[in-house]
């Protein structure tokens, strides 16, 4: 079966400019989370949604960045004027249940000009 | 100080060797633990989950203390497949078990 897809796989802009990272979950995955990697490091925790409702922004680095999932499926990762320390892979990952594991997109890498 | 530590590596092993990467967790309340498996350029993979009893998965054990809030994952008969960068992951407490991951520790099987 189709897993989680992010688009585009890979994003060049220059700095200032605004982005707009899409992921589609597993069909029928309550729970989205996405996640910011940069080079030589793990994963690090952006945001996270149950449904259409956002429950934990905490991991947002600035209020440049906006998360949204409107119909509880697919969801958006917006990064406004944006700077050289946002180049990044960023990961989306859904999951069914609490007790089930999480599973990656092959992630967007973002690159800042 | 990152939550969750990891030996700094990278680790150069000869295939069949045995090698043991180990992992302490700041965040008491974590209740989810896991080793990921995150090869170049890809995404990460759940390699297993670490129980509490510690569990074994074919040539991977796992362990975890939680007196010590301290994980580990042994790699028996090492194969070059098993070249990667794995992470240790704690879930991260009431965040609808949004994942903590390590820096990782990078492996090399060398033939």
């Known amino acids: 079966g189709a897993g989680v897809s992010q688009s585009p796989r890979y994003k060049v802009a220059k700095r200032g400019q605004d982005v707009a990272l899409r992921c589609d979950p597993i069909?029928?995955?309550?729970?989205l989370f996405w996640y910011q990697q940069a080079l030589g490091q793990g994963p690090e925790f952006l945001t996270y949604f149950q449904n259409e409702a956002q429950l934990d922004k905490s991991g947002l680095p600035s209020d440049r960045f906006f998360a949204e999932r409107p119909e509880g499926s697919v969801s958006t990762l917006k990064i406004q004027r944006t700077q050289q320390e946002d180049s990044a892979v960023y990961l989306c990952a859904s999951r069914d249940g609490n007790n089930q594991p999480q599973h990656f997109g092959d992630g967007t890498r973002l690159s800042i000009l | 100080r990152k939550e969750v530590e990891q030996d700094p590596g990278p680790f150069n092993v000869p295939e069949g060797a045995t090698v043991a990467f180990n992992c302490t967790y700041s965040n008491s309340a974590s209740q989810s633990f896991f080793w990921y498996r995150q090869d170049c350029r890809k995404e990460p993979k759940l390699l297993m989950s670490v129980y509490s009893s510690g569990n074994e998965d074919g040539r991977f054990t796992a362990q975890l203390n939680r007196a010590s809030q301290y994980i580990s994952l042994l790699i028996r008969d090492s194969k070059l497949s098993d070249s990667a960068t794995y992470l240790c992951v704690v879930n991260i407490p009431n965040s609808g078990y949004a994942l903590n991951f390590g820096k990782g520790t990078s492996l090399l099987v060398t033939p």
């Open positions: 069909s029928g995955h309550v729970s």
